[in-house]
């Protein structure tokens, strides 16, 4: 299993194969019901001044995957 933080980590066969390839590429529309509240966990999940936010997250929520 490979993980890419982001498309620029790729290399141009790997981007051309899972992002460009129309057989093998896959979209999938998002709708966002809750705009407010999906703000607030993205920001908590993705910004760097909420390292401690998201860490006492994960303590108390991390339980709750399903891996």
Do not use: Y
């Not at 498309?7 to 709708?31: A, C, I, K, N, S």
């Amino acid at each position: 299993v490979t993980r890419f933080k982001g498309l620029g980590e790729m290399d141009p066969e790997q981007l051309r194969e899972t992002t460009m390839h129309r057989d093998t590429r896959r979209l999938v529309q998002l709708t966002i019901d809750a705009r407010d509240k999906t703000d607030q966990m993205m920001d908590m999940l993705l910004a760097k001044k909420r390292s401690k936010d998201r860490r006492d997250w994960l303590e108390s929520k991390g339980n709750l995957a399903e891996v």
